[in-house]
């Protein structure tokens, strides 16, 4: 019996077994010499470069020509440019449009399909998609390494403190503890990097950015001995977070007197006549993807639940 289990796996390992390729933050746009602008478009809206203080990118853009599509089939995310004239555009049942397919090339796979008979209605198309393909793959992305950070398991009693105290509820992972807490404020951190996660509330306020970053600088410096924002480096948008407007920013804190800093990501938004900030940070020279490690943290946020 044993005999027959190791058999059965070196098969399943050996040549003609499938697996995913590529991480949650990579992805393959497949296109032909008259789908070119199309794929230069959507490469140009996709790759987001934040700084960490380092450079990096949201996203790893694999730009390959359909005869080399072969090779890049398994990867987990696909952005595929099809047009009559290619090798698959069989995909598109001879129909005209944006489609989102999964488990086409292999068990996992989430696929992207713009599909066009001209490469002017292509270009159209993928102009008219691109911010909901963004939304989409980072949506994933951050939702998948989230699961993995979830990996550890749940400390339910740091989740039960959020709930209490701030009348939500957001999944936090064994490991982490209770820095600083007062009765607006609870700050957890986390070593090896490190990390923080700060939830603040007060009365309900405008979402006024240059009001949002005075308000961090001012709960920063007393909780972490003088942190404050490096105000040009800031990325801030609108979103949709459990259904609430918010304002989201990106950006990089610091600290002359330690000579420290590194990324954050907060959320500020307004519920039921209070204002809420949720702020995420780190601290890890050493790392090369503190972006990912800010994306982990961003993960478990993007799941709130209201109570």
């Known amino acids: 019996m044993r005999g027959a289990l190791i058999l059965f796996f070196l098969i399943s390992c050996g040549k003609g077994a499938e697996f995913l390729k590529g991480t949650s933050r990579e992805v393959v746009l497949a296109y032909s010499e008259?789908?070119?602008?199309?794929?230069?478009?959507?490469?140009?809206?996709?790759?987001?470069?934040?700084?960490?203080?380092?450079?990096?990118?949201?996203f790893k853009i694999h730009p390959i020509k359909w005869e080399n599509f072969k090779n890049y089939e398994a990867y987990r995310n696909k952005v595929l440019l099809l047009l009559p004239n290619d090798s698959l555009w069989e995909l598109c049942n001879d129909e005209e449009g944006f489609?989102?397919?999964?488990?086409?090339?292999?068990?996992?796979?989430?696929?992207?399909?713009?599909?066009?008979y001209d490469s002017r209605g292509l270009l159209k198309l993928v102009s008219d998609n691109l911010q909901i393909l963004f939304d989409s793959i980072f949506s994933k992305a951050v939702r998948e390494i989230s699961n993995v950070e979830m990996l550890v398991g749940e400390d339910r009693s740091l989740?039960?403190?959020?709930?209490?105290?701030?009348n939500f509820e957001i999944n936090i992972p064994k490991g982490w503890n209770v820095l600083f807490e007062t009765r607006e404020i609870l700050v957890i951190n986390k070593h090896n990097p490190d990390r923080f996660i700060m939830f603040f509330?007060?009365?309900?306020?405008?979402?006024?950015?240059?009001?949002?970053?005075?308000?961090?600088?001012?709960?920063?410096?007393?909780i972490y001995q003088?942190?404050?924002?490096?105000?040009?480096?800031?990325?801030?948008?609108s979103e949709n977070l459990g259904g609430i407007s918010a304002l989201k920013v990106y950006g990089i804190w610091k600290n002359d007197s330690l000579v420290v800093g590194g990324p954050f990501l907060l959320y500020a938004f307004n519920k039921d006549g209070k204002f809420y900030l949720i702020d995420v940070g780190v601290f890890a020279p050493e790392s090369n993807d503190k972006l990912g490690l800010i994306l982990r943290m961003e993960g478990l946020i993007r799941q709130i639940k209201w109570k």
């Open 226 to 237: 003088g942190d404050l924002v490096v105000r040009d480096y800031v990325y801030s948008f």
């Open 99 to 116: 489609f989102v397919r999964r488990d086409i090339f292999i068990k996992g796979d989430l696929n992207f399909l713009f599909c066009s």
């Open 201 to 222: 509330v007060g009365e309900e306020r405008d979402l006024n950015l240059e009001d949002i970053l005075n308000l961090r600088d001012s709960l920063t410096a007393r």
């Open 34 to 58: 008259d789908s070119k602008y199309s794929a230069g478009a959507i490469y140009k809206f996709l790759l987001r470069v934040f700084n960490t203080p380092q450079s990096e990118t949201l």
């Open 159 to 166: 989740k039960r403190k959020i709930s209490e105290k701030f």
